[in-house]
């Protein structure tokens, strides 16, 4: 085999976005895409000679093809060590662990998340540093730099390997080591989580369902739910990964896993639901008869997460996303810990828990997770919920009707309206941010605006600063509407619209979340012009 340097233009679209590049399979497949993007992380990156690298992806279509790529091209680019996970799989929380257990200089993350997958889908690639976190934004916009200015790429040139073997093999001197995608991150959950106190739960009688959506996190769920936890077999249902997850979008939400919930708010239910996205990091959590917002699962979790023995020592402090519920705040108050708002993306997150500043940390989107990898994690929520209801022994609903009771409850939705005209979409938020000054003060469908800005972010470890983050409207009284596009889409724009209605624990805790939210629905409408910019008058998605 030689090493062969491939000449190469650039193209101009290589922009990463709140979770690396992604754009459709098709975008992917042009001669030299893919390898202009790695080679550019790779150029920027600058590992030293005979670094690890850690690759693994989730399944979709165009995983095994980019894999054999990506190690063609470590193995050109000096480094001395690849672990693939075995058929090409490893959730995005594994890949994380990954790094962090073998001490890997970093990781190509091959995935599009919870977009749909297959030849007409989405595909992504995504960069993570060895911390185990997705590259923070001066290394994304050094990356996008990079691939405007590349003129070649280095490739090994080398057969297909047998990604589905087991051991080692070699590539231009470079080892190619074959690892099982699920061991270390299952020993990883092991060491977090009382197995013997969930296991007891199982044997009790609790039933428990988990839609694995046809994506990654199948044969985790398998292995961790059904073998070692064990639940019956069939408690994990959509549980063999396929290239285009069974035709569905593997998004974890009240749309696309409405099978799930339909069987939660059913009499005969089980008492836990849940499902996990296309790469495994995201987590859907239905309790019998309810379903808990994410937003109000991050604030569960920290609040009982010293049941669990990873945390039996307590928080260090709690980071959310900006457009994510201010419930996690309260709990945080409660605590007298540290309760930190990045913006939008894991990517945020990684210097607070790499500070010992925050444990916890979520998302609205459905995303959660600890300071045990750097990126969010769909599995680890079920087991950290599972382990605490274990502790207490109470139902889903009862354990929020419990947190509401002392916390107070913020009502929750998001509006998504997708693959809207871009000008419109930059229309409506050039409009809202010209407006932002004069807003505070005024009355809106019976509500009045405390404060309006544009969020921009600081973070308290290195101060660089992310701008344009978002436009929040905070009312008087707590409730909010935030504003932004979305940064995952490969479509045109995706607007999302968050809502939020804070009731103290005095408060109303039991009226439907629609309800609740129809006077901010309307003041969202009346402030920022939704129906005119978008043509649209109801959103396309409502999780
Ligand atoms: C969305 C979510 C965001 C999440 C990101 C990646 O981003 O809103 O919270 O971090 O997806 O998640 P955006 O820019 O489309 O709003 V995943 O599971 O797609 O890696
Ligand atoms: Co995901």
Known sequence: ATVRLVPTTPFTDQKPGTSGLR?????????????????????????????????????????????????????????????????????????????????????????????????????????????????????????????????????????????????????????????????????????????GAIRALIASGFRLRFDAMHAVTGPYAHEILENRLGAPKGTVVHGTPSEDFGGHHPDPNLVHARALYEEMMA????????????????????????????????????????????????????????????????????????????????????????????????????GTGSDHVREKDGLWAVLLWLNILAVRKIPVAELMRDHWARYGRNYYARHDYEGVASEGAEALMAGLRGKLEGLPGSHVEGLVVAAADDFAYTDPTDQSISR????????????????????????????????ERYEPADGALDLVTGEALAPLVAAAEAIAGISGHTGRNEPDVIT
């Open 267 to 366: 009499p005969d239910a089980p008492d836990f639901g849940a499902a996990s996205d296309g790469d495994g990091d995201r987590n859907l959590i239905i309790g019998k008869g309810l379903f808990v917002t994410p937003s109000d699962s991050l604030a569960a979790l920290a609040a009982n997460a010293h049941l669990a023995p990873g945390y039996a020592a307590g928080l260090k402090g709690i980071a959310r996303s900006m457009p994510t519920s201010q419930a996690a705040d309260c709990v945080a108050e409660a605590l007298g810990i540290g309760c930190y708002e990045t913006p939008t993306g894991w990517k945020f997150f990684g210097n607070l828990l790499d500070a010992g500043m925050a444990t916890i940390c979520g998302e609205e989107s459905a």
């Open 23 to 195: 754009k459709k399979v098709g975008v992917f497949q042009q001669p030299h895409y893919a390898e202009n993007f790695i080679q550019s992380v790779f150029d920027v990156v600058a590992a030293p000679a005979g670094a690890t690298l850690v690759i693994g992806g989730d399944g979709r279509y165009h995983n095994r093809t980019v894999i054999q790529t990506a190690i063609r091209m470590a193995a050109a680019n000096g480094f001395g060590r690849v672990l693939v996970g075995r058929g090409g799989i490893l959730s995005t929380p594994a890949a994380s662990n990954l790094i962090r257990a073998r001490g890997a200089f970093g990781g190509l993350i091959l995935s599009a998340s919870h977009n749909p997958g297959g030849p007409h889908g989405d595909f992504g690639i995504k960069y993570n540093v060895s911390n185990g976190g997705p590259a923070p934004e001066k290394i994304t916009d050094a990356i996008f730099a990079r691939t405007k200015a590349i003129t070649e790429y280095r490739l090994a040139e080398s057969p297909d390997l047998d990604l589905d073997g087991r051991g080692s093999l070699e590539v231009e001197g470079m080892t190619v080591e074959i690892v099982d995608p699920v061991e270390d991150y299952a020993a990883a959950m092991e060491q977090l989580f009382d197995f």
């Open 468 to 499: 344009n983050q978002g436009v929040r409207i905070l009312f008087e009284g707590g409730s909010r509407i935030v504003f932004r596009l979305s940064g995952t889409g490969t479509e045109g724009a995706t607007l999302r619209v968050y809502l």
